[in-house]
């Protein structure tokens, strides 16, 4: 069981408060529902008017996961009582697929959950794909899940370097399209009028040989967004098995998740976490061109 205390900056009601704190009607009906929302250890309604600098205390039960703790090292790049950023390595999916079951970051991360007693649930705020390296944030509850939840759909900033194929006439922009799936039968995107928004921001950061290291922002959260992109202008990434029509067998993805930027649900602190290039990224550029 976890209490969250809030202070109310201003005159409001309980539902203001919650809301501005980035908390879901899913949650607010929960806890409604458990009188789990309280002033003073007195449970209080919603649309009560409470004055600044009141404290209103939500009480989150504890929740339980089924999934196998697997054995699987972590790199941290931030971690808390009630969250962390992870610098995930390549290869690794998020969760379990037809073909995979247990190898998965999820099972890694309960794994550290039981090694250290802590009882609680993931949530995955941002996902990445398998071969995709970098930053991704995780929750260990549903108030702190709901917030960042929350600023991914408006303000929390992901940044990305990308190795693409090809040198860009326009040195940084921002390049909007849309983005559909191909068809019902495959998790493959494209470039269609039919599609959702899709904004990307991005500048050259060095050219070498017949390449170009990317510093890249998304404004938006599509699927392979970035991937799909930077192929439809073409430059695809190096070691794109989907998106680059001239992939070779053996080639690894070069995307790397490397800053991001959040506000800390706990105490409303602006966090920054910026882990620059990956190593694998720093090998192929000294290996295409002069060392960096």
Request: charged fraction near 30%.
């Given at each position: 069981?976890?209490r ?10 309980v ?29 209080i309604?919603?649309?009560k ?5 009141d ?9 339980e ?16 009582d009630?969250?962390?950023v ?20 999820l099972?890694?991360?309960?794994y ?13 705020v941002?996902?990445?794909?398998r ?5 991704m ?15 991914l ?16 006439n326009?040195k ?36 070498f ?21 930077f ?7 190096v070691?794109?098995?989907?998106y ?12 790397h998740?490397?800053?991001i930027?959040?506000i ?29």
């Amino acid at each position: 069981m976890k209490r969250i205390k809030f202070r109310a900056d201003r005159d409001m009601t309980v539902l203001e408060l919650m809301i501005e704190n980035g908390i879901s009607r899913k949650i607010i009906k929960s806890l409604k529902a458990k009188g789990n929302i309280k002033k003073d250890e007195k449970i209080i309604y919603l649309n009560k008017m409470i004055e600044e600098g009141d404290f209103i205390t939500l009480i989150l039960d504890d929740e339980e996961s089924n999934m196998t703790p697997v054995n699987i090292p972590i790199k941290f790049a931030y971690k808390d009582d009630d969250m962390m950023v992870i610098d995930k390595d390549y290869g690794l999916s998020v969760m379990s697929t037809l073909n995979l079951h247990e190898d998965t970051l999820l099972n890694a991360l309960q794994y550290y959950l039981v090694e250290n007693k802590i009882n609680s649930k993931i949530h995955i705020v941002n996902r990445l794909d398998r071969n995709t390296t970098g930053l991704m944030v995780v929750a260990f509850n549903r108030y702190s899940a709901s917030n960042l939840n929350s600023q991914l759909k408006n303000t929390l900033k992901r940044k990305y370097y990308a190795i693409v194929k090809g040198i860009l006439n326009q040195k940084e922009g921002i390049i909007e399209n849309k983005i559909a799936k191909e068809s019902e039968m495959t998790v493959r995107r494209c470039v269609r009028n039919d599609g959702k928004n899709a904004i990307t921001k991005y500048k050259v950061i060095k050219e070498f040989g017949s390449y170009s290291l990317l510093d890249i922002e998304l404004l938006t959260g599509r699927t392979h967004q970035i991937r799909v992109t930077f192929s439809s202008i073409g430059h695809p990434l190096v070691g794109d098995d989907f998106y680059d029509p001239l992939y070779q067998e053996g080639d690894k993805l070069l995307l790397h998740s490397h800053y991001i930027e959040f506000i800390r649900p706990s105490d409303k602190k602006e966090m920054k976490i910026d882990i620059g290039l990956s190593n694998r990224m720093k090998e192929f550029i000294e290996n295409n061109s002069e060392s960096i």
